[in-house]
């Protein structure tokens, strides 16, 4: 089955600063990649998603790489606030007829510093 | 649009005692899972369903957890006995059915029904 390695499992930055957390994943037929924050007590929620045939996806803050030749994908923040802080996700889905494997990362815990 | 609700919010039962989580997803989506997430790990997939049926339950416990969505709504999530090892976040999710080829679903997830057991 699919395997997501995420790094690092913590990150502090100080606000205004950028934050870069990277993924890999293991099989190619993964084909879409969610990224998601959770806040302590909260469900997931999807921050950004990025599709096999796109390499860069961009939303004010925030932007996501993919590179499939390498099976890696990262989440980049921009210009860190502290309402930023929270547990980030990152997961990939591979589609098998109705089937939906999402695979999840082990979390990255990023502290925003005031 | 509302989102995926569940409840309830939090339970704590002893062992051995039986749990049951209610979910209820986002309107029009066909697709609903529950997800299991331990703390300080990634959530982790455990059932499936399209309208009301099984597309995978490979990673559910059988012999203790149950799951059904009768009308291709709602759903709930059983389970009997509990042990320690189940204290965890049950998330349910829901995301709408495309078909077979197109690449990606984006999946949205209710706020966790919290179950400790002692």
């Known amino acids: 089955g699919e395997n997501v390695e995420q790094h690092p499992s913590t990150l502090s930055v100080q606000e205004g600063d950028s934050a870069v957390i990277k993924c890999t994943y293991s099989?190619?037929?993964?084909?879409?990649f969610p990224w998601y924050k959770q806040e302590l007590g909260k469900g997931p929620q999807l921050i950004i998603d990025?599709?096999?045939?796109?390499g860069e996806k961009k939303d004010q803050r925030i932007a996501v790489t993919l590179n499939k030749t390498a099976k890696h994908f990262s989440l980049h923040i921009t210009e860190t606030q502290p309402e930023d802080s929270a547990v980030y996700f990152c997961?990939?889905?591979?589609?098998?007829?109705?089937?939906?494997?999402?695979?999840f990362g082990s979390g990255t815990q990023l502290t925003v510093l005031p | 649009e509302a989102g995926v609700a569940q409840s309830p919010r939090y339970k704590i039962i002893e062992k051995r005692q039986s749990v049951a989580f209610w979910c209820n997803p986002i309107?029009?989506?066909?697709?609903l899972y529950w997800y299991q997430q331990i703390l300080g790990q990634g959530p982790k997939l455990l059932i499936q369903?399209?309208?009301?049926?099984?597309?995978?339950d490979s990673q559910l416990p059988k012999d203790r957890f149950s799951a059904e969505r009768l009308k291709g709504v709602d759903s709930t999530l059983k389970i009997q006995p509990a042990k320690l090892e189940d204290s965890a976040v049950y998330l349910c999710?829901?995301?709408?059915?495309?078909?077979?080829?197109?690449?990606?679903?984006?999946?949205?997830f209710g706020e966790g029904s919290w179950l400790t057991v002692v």
């Open positions: 990025i599709r096999s045939n796109v």
């Open positions: 999710a829901s995301s709408p059915f495309r078909p077979q080829g197109a690449s990606g679903n984006t999946i949205y």
């Open positions: 099989d190619s037929a993964s084909n879409y």
């Open positions: 309107s029009g989506h066909a697709t």
């Open positions: 369903f399209q309208n009301n049926g099984v597309v995978d």
């Open positions: 997961a990939a889905l591979i589609s098998s007829g109705s089937a939906r494997q999402l695979t």
